[in-house]
């Protein structure tokens, strides 16, 4: 079936370095995208969000890259710290869905001191 | 934090046994909807509640149902427990369900089933 994926299930960074997180999408349905950051023992916590009609979106230290010609995603993040460090998932939303979300299955994001 | 609570926390429950997990929106949702989430996997849609009704269902079988109550908290229940059933099941709710309602994530309750 459609499916979200990720290609890394671990990225290592410097602290202050930049990372890049990315995923890709099989489902050219999908109207909405979103990265969620997940700590341990924690819920899923909303980060940033695309639509379909956009390419690029900016929030604080985070940027979110929609390529729907090759169906990727990816998050990146500024000058890593170690707060960020936790597993990443994007997850999208069919347009036939309403909001429900088809996630994938994470990239453990480490940053070392 | 989201606003959105769940209960219990963690779960021991044996094969065969049946379990109730309850979830409280934020306030001012009106939809709920139910995630499996396996170790190591991203979380996968169970069903989704809105206004008391079931509005969507994943590849779930009908032993996983769930209830939502007028002030839209919500309840999954699962019958029949298999070991497979070992996981974080996480509530989130949002203010409606059209594509791009943000969807708030509580904590999750951790269920193993021996």
């Known amino acids: 079936g459609e499916s979200v994926g990720l290609h890394l299930p671990t990225l290592s960074v410097q602290e202050g370095d930049n990372s890049i997180i990315n995923c890709a999408y099989s489902?050219?349905?999908?109207?909405?995208f979103i990265w969620y950051k997940q700590e341990s023992g924690k819920g899923p916590q909303f980060i940033i969000d695309i639509r379909s009609n956009m390419d690029k979106r900016q929030g604080q230290r985070v940027t979110v890259l929609l390529n729907k010609t090759v169906k990727h995603l990816s998050l990146q993040i500024a000058a890593t710290q170690p707060g960020d460090s936790a597993v990443y998932f994007c997850?999208?939303?069919?347009?036939?869905?309403?909001?429900?979300?088809?996630f994938g299955g994470g990239t453990r994001l480490m940053v070392k001191p | 934090e989201t606003g959105v609570t769940q209960s219990p926390t963690h779960l021991i429950k044996t094969r065969g046994q049946q379990v109730t997990l309850r979830c409280s929106s934020q306030s001012g949702h009106n939809t709920v909807s139910w995630y499996q989430q396996a170790l190591g996997q991203g979380p996968q849609f169970i069903f989704q509640y809105y206004r008391e009704e079931e509005n969507g269902r994943g590849n779930f079988p009908p032993r996983f149902s769930g209830l939502q109550f007028p002030n839209y908290s919500s309840e999954l229940n699962v019958n029949a427990l298999e070991l497979d059933d070992s996981a974080l099941y996480l509530c989130?709710?949002?203010?409606?369900?059209?594509?791009?309602?943000?969807?708030?994530f509580g904590p999750g309750t951790r269920l193993l089933v021996l």
């Open positions: 997850a999208e939303n069919p347009n036939n869905a309403g909001n429900m979300l088809t």
């Open positions: 489902n050219s349905a999908s109207d909405y």
């Open positions: 989130a709710s949002s203010p409606n369900t059209g594509v791009g309602e943000t969807q708030y």
